[in-house]
């Protein structure tokens, strides 16, 4: 028995939310809303997710998007999943709160260095307020891209920022965004190796799988998109991956063209990430696969945990994208290759 | 009565004078406004009904209330930085603003006096302290450098070579490290910085590299070294040079802080005048941002003590003539809004708001629990933790931490003067007993005599019998104070809940043969309460005169009802016996001395004889003292509070200023 989780109550609370969320004929009805009014109402019947619409209710901030109220969501299951463990496993399953953290401060530092109007951005936010050491109404104030980053002072995410400037901001988004993602995977690594051995290789495979996926997207689009060396690359990319190793993700990084960067990922990954995934949406591919990864899987450990929040994670993905498309009219059968559930 | 009485004020001014009557209900400090309601205080009316009578100028300005908010914001930065260049600290004192006509637009005119006489210097000063404090941070990084001789100036102009020095995280040195073979430029390691995570290095790399070579040092946070203009040489010159810098800027902060020094008394008065000002007109934006308005007046509901009453009324006579004050009593406003609850109590039962407050704050109908609580409290530990040694230590260490934590230091007080008295009761002194000391006085001797035994385990039940009666009694008399007659008469915590709660103890009483009670007496009295609460709903409709007797799905409301009554079977069971836990501690308490005692007799060692007992009486006041404590609020929270306590009151909260 594991004194640091209620493993039991854990497990039946998630299986009885994944298999609950969404089933596929709700996809289908999903894909033919014209409205986002349609789809909210839609979701409030669904008994797991209306939990989102009712627990927002307590919550000072309102929220009128349903993007932010589905982010806020994962959110909120977290901290509930909290109240079941203790000790280093509270520790690690709070860590996996900086991903909705990382999202809001990339929120602000991208309207602070484009110098766009900061109201109602509150709504927008997706973090948790119970378990954050942030001074959000400090971060806000800020009137600069220095002044956030000095405002972030003796949090884990100064070190990446500090030397930012604003230009940096507006012509490096890419450089926010990773360095950011390394204080996550970083953090998460080495909380990981504090829970039980079991644990912690179930925890270290998972996330390395998605430090791999992360990896490939990340390479492919600065490959693709980016005017940046190779060696910058290669600084950007993540450490811990489980397939990818260092030497693995050097040659990712130097390999001549998108081509042979396939073929590279393709002999490393054992399977073809790139099937039916135009060039412009790397990301599908990689929820697509993480998706398929995770319920191939079955864990009887915190890979229980991780696997739900993950998945939780590709579902509110896959709705965001729904209501993106229903926002510009993209066609039902675009839409659906947009999505990491196979409809 | 422990809770304070209320009125209403309904307030209506012109809006000539909102200004001056709110400074005035800000500065009297004893009006509670609950302005965020106030749909339910009917203000609508009062606008109309009064529009005509208060006439006030036909141009009335609009305000733009942000406008002012901003003003107030920006000059109060003035005031903050001015005084942090002063070293002076700002205070709320509402005593500079009473009674003067010093206005806000006066203490701007005074704030930009002194920021054009000192303003500049003290920016100057602060600007210096910054340099100052840039400074010592780059001698740190210069003093680090092994090599003392290069000169960075010397290396600056080669024909085909750029560098760079700066400073890199060990980990971005091992991420270049592995990929140095793909590097075009020279990395080395110059020097180590203390207490950081980052190194000093330099980077040389060819000219035709620069523009790849500063993306990639981006990328890993290269945090570039920038010798200011005016240092030169080497390393041991520059520090030299640094030092001297320092010491110039330091004679030149001297010199300005003597200047700015002359004023500075005068000064802080006027900047501690102006903040309060300053703080005021934000308390007042805040609150007419809040009230309601007609064409030319406004209302406001101010809710206070029934005794300031009249001395809120002469704040506002003080300043204008053109108002209305209409009063409302809590009783006549009860059903529409919550009035606010100010507890009023004694000082002996003061200090028990605090255990009240951490659950609940009473609500303005209901009865404050404080007194109640205070009594059985004290009673409750005394009985618990009968001792006068420890009781004494307790007692003294309430009274040293007093002045450090107030009230927490006071409830200890009480506590251990209710150990003291119950330690005379049982003839204890850090333990010791009349066996032990034969002098110390006792009234029924120590508990664990077997004669005692009995008698404080029923004194525990018997005192747990009287004090839920008296919660039971509170319980009604809060239902029907909130006219809920369903719960007050036939509910769980009501009269019949009560019927089947002493029936209980009389059933319990006639079986063990205590006193003679035939046993059907208190069983009669089981079932009929038990029905009646079984069927409280369509009971109370019945005497109302409520149709339809049972509201909802007739079959859910009995599977409900009958649930119910199994729940409140368990739970006079659990109530009984839950207070027998008092007997059983002061029980605990004894037994657990005794073994330290019988413990220290297994020894002939004076010293370890002491020592023993010495540790027996420190587990006993630390540990023993707080499981004690959390019994008795345990059966508050749990067995009492739950007969009768809602707490759901709102604080009685006055507007005043703060910071």
Not at chain 1, 95 to 122: F, V
Not at chain 2, 50 to 69: H, L, V
Not at chain 2, 384 to 409: C, E, P, R, S, W
């Amino acid at each position: 028995m594991n004194p640091y989780m209620a493993y039991e109550a854990v497990n039946t609370k998630i299986i009885s939310r994944i298999g609950n969320i969404l089933q596929k004929e709700d996809w289908d009805k999903i894909l033919g809303f014209t409205t986002v009014d349609q789809l909210t109402v839609f979701l409030k019947s669904k008994p797991a997710i209306k939990k989102a619409f009712e627990d927002l209710k307590n919550d000072n901030i309102h929220r009128d998007s349903l993007e932010a109220i589905l982010g806020k969501y994962k959110t909120i299951e977290i901290e509930e999943l909290l109240h079941y463990f203790s000790g280093p496993y509270k520790e690690f399953v709070k860590t996996m709160l900086i991903e909705s953290e990382i999202a809001d401060l990339s929120l602000i530092l991208r309207k602070i260095s484009r110098k766009e109007d900061l109201q109602d951005i509150e709504k927008r936010f997706v973090h948790s307020e119970n378990y954050t050491n942030l001074n959000y109404n400090k971060l806000l104030s800020s009137k600069s891209v220095v002044q956030f980053t000095d405002n972030l002072k003796d949090s884990p995410y100064y070190y990446g920022l500090k030397t930012l400037s604003n230009d940096d901001a507006v012509k490096r988004e890419f450089h926010i965004e990773m360095k950011l993602q390394l204080v996550l995977y970083k953090t998460l690594m080495a909380k990981a190796e504090n829970l039980k051995t079991s644990d912690m290789v179930t925890a270290k495979n998972i996330i390395g799988f998605k430090i791999d996926l992360e990896n490939i997207q990340w390479i492919y689009r600065a490959i693709r998109f980016y005017d940046i060396s190779p060696e910058e690359i290669l600084v950007y990319s993540l450490e811990g991956g489980k397939k990818i190793t260092y030497s693995r993700l050097k040659n990712l990084c130097y390999s001549k063209s998108k081509e042979e960067f396939k073929k590279l990922v393709i002999s490393y990954l054992k399977f073809d990430l790139f099937k039916g995934v135009s060039d412009s949406n790397t990301d599908i591919g990689i929820d697509y696969n993480m998706y398929n990864y995770l319920k191939n899987n079955s864990y009887d450990n915190i890979g229980s945990v991780i696997s739900y929040i993950y998945m939780l994670g590709i579902i509110i993905d896959d709705l965001t994208s729904v209501i993106e498309g229903i926002k510009y009219n993209v066609p039902r059968e675009k839409l659906k290759s947009y999505l990491a559930h196979r409809i | 009565m422990a809770i304070e009485k209320m009125v209403l004020l309904k307030i209506v001014g012109s809006l000539e004078e909102i200004h001056p009557i709110l400074k005035e209900l800000i500065l009297c400090e004893n009006v509670h406004l609950n302005i965020d309601s106030s749909n339910a205080y009917n203000n609508n009316y009062l606008v109309h009904q009064y529009e005509s009578d208060i006439i006030g100028s036909s141009i009335y300005k609009t305000i733009d209330y942000d406008d002012i908010q901003n003003e107030c914001t920006k000059n109060e930065q003035v005031v903050e930085d001015l005084c942090s260049g002063l070293e002076l600290e700002l205070k709320i004192d509402k005593k500079v603003l009473s009674g003067n006509k010093y206005s806000f637009d006066d203490s701007l005119y005074d704030l930009n006096k002194i920021q054009s006489e000192i303003g500049l210097k003290v920016e100057e000063i602060k600007n210096k302290k910054n340099e100052i404090e840039e400074l010592l941070k780059l001698r740190v990084k210069i003093d680090c450098i092994y090599d003392k001789s290069i000169e960075f100036d010397k290396i600056a102009d080669l024909n085909f070579f750029e560098y760079e020095i700066g400073a890199l995280s060990s980990e971005n040195k091992w991420r270049l490290k592995k990929n140095y073979e793909n590097l075009t430029a020279i990395v080395l390691r110059i020097g180590i910085i203390k207490s950081s995570i980052e190194d000093m290095y330099i980077i040389i790399y060819p000219k035709q590299f620069k523009e790849e070579t500063t993306k990639l040092l981006k990328s890993l946070n290269w945090n570039q070294l920038m010798i200011p203009e005016g240092l030169n040489g080497n390393s041991t010159q520059m520090i030299e040079q640094i030092d001297e810098k320092i010491g110039d800027l330091h004679n030149e902060i001297n010199e300005l802080s003597n200047i700015i020094e002359i004023d500075k008394e005068e000064n802080k008065h006027i900047l501690n005048k102006i903040f309060n000002t300053i703080k005021l007109e934000e308390k007042i934006v805040e609150l007419e941002r809040k009230v309601d308005y007609g064409d030319n007046l406004f209302v406001l509901n101010a809710w206070v003590k029934e005794s300031d009453k009249l001395s809120v009324e002469e704040s506002i006579g003080i300043v204008t003539n053109k108002f209305i004050i209409t009063e409302k009593t809590a009783k006549e406003m009860e059903k529409q809004v919550k009035p606010p609850t100010k507890l009023k109590n004694n000082w002996f039962v003061r200090p028990f708001e605090l255990i009240v407050k951490m659950y609940g704050l009473p609500s303005y109908i209901e009865i404050d629990p404080t007194p109640f609580l205070a009594i059985t409290f004290c009673l409750m530990f005394g009985i618990m933790f009968g001792d006068i040694g420890q009781g004494l230590v307790y007692f003294i260490a309430g009274f040293v931490l007093k002045n450090k934590m107030g009230t927490i230091g006071s409830l200890v007080m009480r506590l251990g003067g209710s150990s003291i008295i119950f330690g005379f009761v049982y003839g204890s002194l850090f333990g010791l007993e009349q066996a032990e000391l034969p002098w110390l006085p006792s009234l029924i001797g120590r508990p664990l005599d077997p004669k005692n035994i009995p008698m404080i385990l029923l004194t525990g039940v018997v005192f747990g019998v009287v004090v839920l009666t008296i919660s039971f009694i509170y319980g009604i008399i809060n239902s029907l104070r909130r006219g809920d007659i369903e719960e007050g008469l036939f509910g769980k915590n009501g009269v019949m809940g009560y019927l089947f709660f002493i029936s209980l103890v009389f059933t319990g009483v006639s079986i063990t043969g205590i006193i003679n009670l035939p046993i059907m007496i208190p069983i009669i009295g089981l079932l009929v309460s038990l029905t009646i609460m079984i069927l409280k709903e369509p009971v109370t409709n019945l005497i109302l005169n409520k149709k339809p007797l049972i509201h909802g799905s007739v079959s859910s409301y009995f599977t409900e009802s009958i649930f119910e009554g199994v729940e409140t079977i368990l739970n006079a069971l659990s109530n009984a016996i839950s207070f027998i836990r008092v007997g059983a501690f002061a029980l605990n308490h004894a037994g657990l001395f005794l073994a330290f005692l019988v413990m220290s007799e297994m020894t002939t060692n004076i010293v370890l004889k002491i020592i023993i007992l010495f540790l027996g009486n420190i587990l006993i006041l630390t540990l023993e003292g707080l499981v004690v404590f959390i019994q008795g609020l345990r059966l508050q929270y749990y067995e009492m509070f739950s007969k009768y306590f809602q707490g759901n009151g709102i604080e009685y909260d006055p507007i005043k200023l703060s910071r």
